[in-house]
């Protein structure tokens, strides 16, 4: 019997990807993985909430979420150069900004040059109302979220023993409501115009969910605004590559041969990799109390 030929990888040389909220329902890791184990980024940059740190349980880490956790640590123990952006959902990580581990950065925010045009990266939570004045509203909402992408994923399986095509429950709400609409509208335009003061040539966001390519132009400029979407309802991500961006929607018939990798770190288990990382957090975080205090 012929050993099946592994899929060549697609040479990406930028990869934004954001809102991937590891540790909740609806986190399709598995598809995530796949995806992840399709190509070779030069660069990774993980735009915010890729761990959920406000729903994160104990209870609930299934394998697939800490084999993502393994496939980045891979890639920046291969040299890989990973910025972990913060966003709301993993906001503690903000104490860490500037932190280096390896080829992984953290940090809140990232300004890059390329092929000449200027693009500023940051996850977009600093634009939400909800968020500065009443967090407590916001992460009432996230739960309610969850339940939603819980109920969806029964319905969905439903659907699908009847025959019938998936729905997502949460983006007819959002695109059904005027408000929603309405803050998406305003969040995009907000970005652009900030991006346009200052001269950037790309802008992309996060954190709302709502994946997207476009040009905005305002009195002052233009700029083109991006966001990743997330890895709960669209499954999407932003790719760099001779001189051009794209967005990446992840589609089951694509990855149906796709086989999982193990590779590189798989001689340290997985949850080593992960304590290992938060220890080196916690390290630092150790080391600057102690210069303030002396």
């Known amino acids: 019997m012929s050993k099946k030929k592994k899929k060549e990888k697609r040479k990406i040389d930028f990869l934004v990807i954001s809102d991937i909220h590891l540790g909740t329902y ?7 993985l796949k995806y992840f184990n399709s190509i070779k980024p030069k660069v990774v940059v993980l735009n915010g909430d890729i761990i959920d740190m406000w729903q994160f349980s104990k209870r609930y880490w299934p394998k697939s979420h800490m084999q993502v956790i393994h496939k980045i640590m891979n890639w920046v123990n291969k040299g890989v150069k990973v910025y972990y952006i ?3 959902h993993d906001e503690m990580l903000r104490k860490f900004a500037g932190h280096k581990m390896g080829s992984l950065v953290i940090d809140n925010k990232l300004v ?4 000449g045009k200027k693009t500023w990266i940051f996850h977009g939570d600093v634009f939400d109302v909800t968020m500065q004045h009443s967090k407590w509203l916001a992460k009432l909402g996230s739960h309610g979220y969850d339940f939603l992408i819980l109920l969806n994923a029964f319905c969905n399986w439903v659907s699908v023993k009847l025959g019938k095509g998936k729905i997502s429950l949460s983006k007819t709400i959002k695109n059904s409501v005027k408000k929603a609409v309405k803050f998406i509208n305003d969040f995009e335009k907000i970005a652009a115009e900030i991006a346009i003061a200052n001269h950037y040539d790309y802008v992309i966001c996060g954190h709302i969910h709502h994946p997207e390519i476009k040009t905005i132009a305002t009195a002052d400029g233009e700029v083109i605004y991006m966001n990743s979407g997330d890895w709960i309802e669209n499954l ?4 760099y590559h001779n001189q051009q961006w794209t ?7 694509d990855f149906e041969e796709a086989e999982h990798e193990e590779e590189g770190l798989a001689a340290l288990d997985t949850h080593q990799i992960f304590n290992k990382m938060l220890d080196g957090f916690m390290e630092t975080a150790t080391k600057t109390e102690l210069k303030f205090k002396t």
Not at 26 to 32: F, N, P, Q, R, T
Not at 112 to 115: H, I, Q, S, Y
């Open 26 to 32: 609806g986190c399709h890791s598995k598809e995530l």
């Open 86 to 88: 913060t966003g709301n």
């Open 112 to 115: 890059v040059e390329l092929d």
């Open 236 to 239: 999407t991500a932003l790719e």
């Open 247 to 253: 967005l990446f929607r992840y589609d089951d018939k």
